[in-house]
C-alpha cells in the first residue's frame, strides 16, 4: 500500500474537524458538517482556508463567546441532520429557545455575527413575543434598558384631530368601550359586582380584549355593524357583492347619526354637531349617568345586538342586514320609583322595550323572541333591586 | 461596546442585556411588533431604541392590525397610521392595515408613496368600492393587492386591473357561505378580464361559478397558486378539476382547511355550535409568519409525512 492510501485508514481522516478561537480565547475543535451550518464560518473555510488546523483556528466574532458558540453549535449539531421532520425542529427549537432574556439577546447577537439567519429568526421572534403588549417601563426593566427620554417624547405621537365628525363619532364609541372596561374593574371590588351577570361580563371582556381575528365574527360583527352605520362612506353605491351591507349605508346613516345623537341626548349635556371643547375627554359627556347603570345600558344594548343578528343568521340564513337601532323620539317614560337612579333605569328600560317593536314596526324580518324581552325585563329588575 | 449607565434602574450595576444587539437587528426584533405597539410602546423606552423606530427604513413595511388593547381611540389610529406613512419618508413599499382605514387616510398614503408595491386591507369598513378604486389607482407600481371583508365590487376590480399593469397577486376575500344563494361572477370575469399577469390568486368565500373559474383560467396563463377555500358553488370536478390540478402548482379547494386562514373563517350560514371549524386561539402578530412556510426552508428533504401548508 502506498504512503498516502495508509494516511487515508488513518481514524482521524474518517471525520474531520474544524478549529474554531471564540471571543474569549478558548480553541475548539468542531465537527466539520456541524459548524460549517454557519455561513460564516463557511466562508472563512472556503475563502480563507483557515480551520483545518490547530495553529490557524478560525477566530471567531467578537460577539461569540464560548457559551453562545456551545449554544449554536446545539442547534447547529440538531439542524444539520437531514432527515428531521418539520414538526421535530420546530418542537426543538421552542424548547431552545426557552431561557432567561439576556442569555436570549446574546444568542440573537451571536447568530446574527455568524450569519446563522434561521438562529436569528426564532430568537428575535422569541424576543419580540416577549416585548409585545408590554409598556415601556416594563420593557425597561427587563431588559434593564435606561430611562432616558424626556417626558414629551414619551407622549408623543398621540394627538387627537376632532375636526372629522365621524371620527369623534367612532372616538366615543371607543371611549365608551374603555370606560367599560374600567368600570368592570371597579364594580368588581364593590360588593354590588356579585349581581352583575357574569355572562355579559365576558361577553364584553372578550368583545373588547384581545380582538383576534380568529375569534367569533359574529360577535365582532354586531359591533362593526354598529360602527360602520355611522359612518359615512362617501360614495356612491354600485352593484356590489358586499351583502348589501352598504346600500343601507346612506340610509342608515341618518339614522345611526340620529341614533348616537339621542343616544348622547339622554346625557343632556351633549349634542354631535356641537364642536366640543378641543381635546376634552369623550368621558366627560358620560359622566352624568351612574356609572354602573352605563354600564348596563351598554351591555344591554351589545347583547340586544349579538342576540338579533344571531337571531336573523340561524332563522333567515342568507340575508344579513344591519341592525337598525334607532330610538326614536316619542319615547315614553314611565316613572314609577321615585329617585334619580331609577329615573334614568326607567328611561333606559323603555327606550330598550321600544327598541325591539319599533323595529318590528319597520317591517325587518326580526324574529322578535318574546321570551328574550321577559327574561332581560326580568334580568334587568333584579339588578335594580339590588341598588 | 458595553455601555454602562448610572441610573437607579439598573439591576446591580448590570449592563443592559440589549446592548449586545446592533441597531438592525434591533430594527428587524421591534419591526416584528407591528407598527401600533412600535409607536405605542416600543419608541418610548430609551433613546437608542426610539432612534431606530424613527429611521425610515424601520417604516418600509407596515403592518397595522393589532388592535388587541383597545386603549387608543380610533382617531388615535388613524393619526398614528398617518404619523407611519410620514415616517416611511416616501419609502414605503408595502402597507397592511386591518380596521381603521378610512378614504382620508388611503388617499393621503397614496398621494406620499406613489411608489407601492402591496397593499393589504381587512375590515375596512370605513371606506367604499368607489373610494377604494379611487385610491388604487393611485398606485401603478402596485404588484400586490388583498382586500378582505371590505366592499370591493367587480367592476371597481375591471377599473383596477385596467390601471395596475404589474399585478401580480390578488387577494379578495370575504364570508363564505355554504349555500349561496346567489351566483355570481362579477369578480371572476373582471379578473380575466384585466388581471393576465397574476400568478398568485385568493377568492377566499367568493361565489363564482365554472363559467368564472375557466374564464380565469383561459386569462391567467402563469397563475401558479389558487385559493378557492369556501367557494361552494364551482364544481371542481372533472374536466375543471384536471385543468387546474395540472396548471396549478398549489391549489386550495373549497373545502380544504381554513386553519393557516388569518381571519376569521366562520361560514354565515353555519350552525356556530357546531365543530365543524376550527376557531384557533389567539395568535400574537410576532407569530403570524407561517411557521411551517419556514420550516420548509431548513429541511432539504421533502417530508410530507404531517400536514404542511404549502410553500409559496
Known amino acids: 500500500m502506498s504512503e498516502s492510501d495508509l494516511d487515508m485508514m488513518k481514524p482521524e481522516t474518517m471525520q474531520s474537524y474544524i478549529w474554531l478561537q471564540t471571543s474569549d480565547g478558548s480553541l475548539q475543535q468542531v465537527e466539520q458538517e456541524v459548524a460549517m451550518f454557519c455561513p460564516m464560518i463557511c466562508q472563512e473555510v472556503i475563502h480563507k482556508g483557515l480551520g483545518s488546523s490547530e495553529s490557524h483556528p478560525i477566530s471567531l466574532p467578537q460577539r461569540v463567546n464560548t457559551a453562545m458558540f456551545s449554544l449554536v453549535l446545539d442547534y447547529c449539531r440538531f439542524h444539520q441532520v437531514p432527515g428531521r421532520s418539520n414538526k421535530e425542529r420546530k418542537s426543538y427549537d421552542e424548547k431552545f429557545m426557552r431561557m432567561d432574556t439576556k442569555r436570549l439577546c446574546e444568542l440573537t447577537s451571536a447568530a446574527d455575527s455568524l450569519q446563522l439567519k434561521t438562529l436569528v429568526d426564532i430568537t428575535s421572534r422569541a424576543l419580540a413575543r416577549i416585548i409585545e403588549g408590554k409598556t415601556p417601563e416594563e420593557i425597561r426593566d427587563i431588559f434593564h434598558l435606561p430611562d432616558d427620554l424626556t417626558e414629551e417624547e414619551k407622549l408623543e405621537p398621540l394627538k387627537n384631530t376632532m375636526d372629522d365628525p365621524r371620527i369623534r363619532l367612532l372616538n366615543r364609541l371607543y371611549a365608551k368601550k374603555r370606560k367599560e372596561l374600567k368600570e368592570r374593574e371597579r364594580l368588581k371590588n364593590v360588593e354590588m359586582g356579585e349581581h352583575v351577570d357574569e355572562r355579559s361580563v365576558d361577553d364584553l371582556l372578550t368583545f373588547i380584549n384581545g380582538r383576534d381575528p380568529k375569534m367569533s365574527k359574529g360577535k365582532k360583527k354586531s359591533k362593526k355593524k354598529k360602527d360602520q352605520k355611522i359612518d359615512s362612506s362617501n360614495d356612491k353605491e354600485g352593484p356590489e357583492d358586499f351583502h348589501d351591507k352598504e346600500s343601507h349605508d346612506l340610509h342608515s346613516k341618518q339614522q345611526g347619526v340620529e341614533e348616537t345623537g339621542s343616544r348622547e341626548r339622554e346625557v343632556p349635556e351633549d349634542d354631535i354637531f356641537m364642536p366640543k371643547v378641543a381635546g376634552s375627554e369623550d368621558g366627560d359627556i358620560d359622566d352624568e349617568i351612574d356609572p354602573a347603570m352605563k354600564e348596563m345600558l351598554d351591555r344591554e344594548v351589545e347583547d340586544f345586538a349579538r342576540r338579533l343578528n344571531s337571531n336573523w343568521v340561524c332563522s333567515l340564513g342568507q340575508e344579513r342586514r344591519p341592525v337598525h337601532f334607532s330610538i326614536n323620539s316619542n319615547r315614553t317614560t314611565r316613572q314609577h320609583i321615585g329617585n334619580d337612579i331609577s329615573f334614568f333605569g326607567c328611561i333606559i328600560f323603555a327606550s330598550i322595550v321600544m327598541l325591539r317593536w319599533t323595529d318590528v314596526g319597520y317591517g325587518l324580518d326580526v324574529k322578535v323572541n318574546l321570551q328574550d324581552t321577559i327574561d332581560e325585563l326580568q334580568w334587568l329588575t333584579q339588578f335594580w333591586l339590588v341598588i | ?312
Open chain 2, 1 to 312: 461596546m458595553a455601555s454602562s449607565y448610572c441610573t437607579p434602574v439598573m439591576n446591580q450595576g448590570d449592563n443592559p442585556n440589549w446592548a449586545e444587539l446592533p441597531p438592525e437587528l434591533t430594527s428587524s426584533i421591534l419591526h416584528r411588533l407591528g407598527a401600533i405597539e412600535i409607536l405605542y410602546s416600543a419608541q418610548k423606552v430609551c433613546r437608542s431604541w426610539r432612534r431606530v423606530c424613527k429611521d425610515p427604513s424601520m417604516w418600509r413595511k407596515i403592518e397595522m392590525r393589532n388592535h388587541v388593547h383597545m386603549i387608543l381611540s380610533f382617531g388615535d389610529l388613524v393619526n398614528m397610521c398617518r404619523h407611519a406613512v410620514d415616517l416611511s419618508q416616501g419609502g414605503l413599499v408595502e402597507i397592511e392595515i386591518w380596521h381603521i382605514a378610512t378614504y382620508d387616510l388611503l388617499k393621503y398614503m397614496a398621494h406620499s408613496c406613489s411608489k407601492l408595491r402591496s397593499l393589504k386591507l381587512a375590515m375596512c369598513y370605513q371606506i367604499g368600492s368607489e373610494g377604494l378604486t379611487e385610491v388604487i389607482v393611485k398606485l401603478p407600481l402596485l404588484e400586490v393587492l388583498e382586500v378582505s371583508y371590505c366592499s370591493l365590487s367587480g367592476e371597481s376590480l375591471k377599473v383596477i386591473g385596467q390601471s395596475c399593469q404589474n399585478l401580480k397577486s390578488l387577494g379578495k376575500n370575504c364570508e363564505g357561505y355554504k349555500s349561496p344563494r346567489n351566483e355570481s361572477d362579477g369578480v371572476a370575469l373582471a379578473i380575466a378580464e384585466t388581471m393576465p399577469g397574476l400568478t398568485r390568486l385568493q377568492l377566499f368565500g367568493d361565489r363564482l361559478t365554472d363559467v368564472g373559474l375557466n374564464a380565469i383560467l383561459d386569462s391567467c396563463p402563469n397563475l401558479e397558486y389558487l385559493d378557492l377555500r369556501q367557494c361552494f358553488i364551482v364544481n371542481l370536478v372533472g374536466d375543471l378539476e384536471k385543468r387546474c390540478s395540472e396548471r396549478i402548482k398549489v391549489l386550495r379547494r373549497p373545502n380544504d382547511s381554513t386553519h393557516d386562514y388569518p381571519f376569521d373563517a366562520t361560514l354565515n350560514d353555519v350552525d356556530l355550535s357546531k365543530d365543524d371549524y376550527s376557531y384557533g386561539g389567539g395568535v400574537s402578530d410576532v407569530d403570524e409568519m407561517s411557521e411551517d412556510e419556514f420550516y420548509d426552508d431548513l429541511s432539504g428533504a421533502s417530508d410530507h409525512s404531517d400536514f404542511d401548508p404549502f410553500d409559496y
